[in-house]
């Protein structure tokens, strides 16, 4: 069983980043640091990195709102993501997953669902959303997560 542990996304973490094949790592590791969370959640098992998680908590809906604009929606596509809009515009005190990856070589071992289980523990009652890709609806749907409209975002809870 792996542990979840919670630790500075600082730039150290960011260069740890940098060396992973990760799909998000990249990403990650350039961004800068007001662009981050505090914390990030590393999946440990036997003293060793599998994966990890950033996760946002948000007191309300506009911070969403605000980075996806920035960082999910182009301008002139907004309008697509309408379900998302009417959804999320009232919300308050919920959680966003921006990343959650396993490491190439420990893939398909229920690291990430125990990640989500973790998640789903630490916020019981909160309502999650996740922006996803075609590849990991799967994934997310057997973690109970729904579609959110005719969007790509999907919600638990």
Same mark, same amino acid.
């Given at each position: 069983?792996p542990?979840?542990?919670?630790k500075? @996304? =600082?730039?150290e973490?960011? &260069?740890?980043?940098?060396?992973?094949? #990760?799909?998000?790592?990249?990403?990650?590791s350039? !961004?800068?640091?007001s662009e981050?969370?505090?914390?990030i959640?590393i999946?440990?098992?036997e /003293?060793?990195? +599998?994966?990890?998680?950033?996760?946002?908590?948000? =007191? %309300?809906?506009?911070?969403?709102?605000?980075?996806?604009?920035?960082?999910y929606?182009?301008? /002139?596509?907004r309008?697509?993501? !309408? /379900?998302f809009?009417t959804?999320?515009k009232?919300?308050?005190? @919920?959680? @966003?997953?921006?990343?959650? /990856? +396993?490491l190439?070589?420990?893939? *398909? !071992?229920?690291?990430a #669902? *125990?990640? +989500?289980?973790?998640?789903?523990?630490?916020?019981?009652?909160?309502r999650?959303?996740?922006y996803?890709? =075609?590849? *990991? &609806?799967?994934?997310?749907f !057997?973690?109970?997560?729904? +579609?959110?409209?005719?969007?790509p975002?999907m919600?638990y %809870?």
């Amino acid at each position: 069983m792996p542990t979840i542990i919670a630790k500075p @996304f =600082d730039q150290e973490m960011q &260069r740890l980043l940098n060396e992973t094949s #990760a799909y998000h790592a990249g990403e990650l590791s350039a !961004k800068e640091p007001s662009e981050l969370p505090e914390e990030i959640y590393i999946i440990d098992a036997e /003293d060793t990195m +599998v994966g990890y998680g950033v996760v946002w908590e948000y =007191d %309300n809906g506009k911070q969403l709102i605000q980075k996806a604009e920035q960082d999910y929606f182009s301008a /002139d596509e907004r309008y697509l993501e !309408k /379900d998302f809009y009417t959804d999320i515009k009232n919300k308050k005190d @919920f959680v @966003f997953i921006e990343a959650l /990856d +396993v490491l190439k070589e420990f893939e *398909s !071992k229920g690291y990430a #669902a *125990s990640l +989500v289980n973790w998640l789903k523990a630490k916020y019981p009652g909160k309502r999650m959303y996740v922006y996803t890709l =075609d590849k *990991s &609806r799967n994934f997310w749907f !057997k973690q109970n997560f729904e +579609v959110l409209g005719n969007t790509p975002w999907m919600t638990y %809870n």
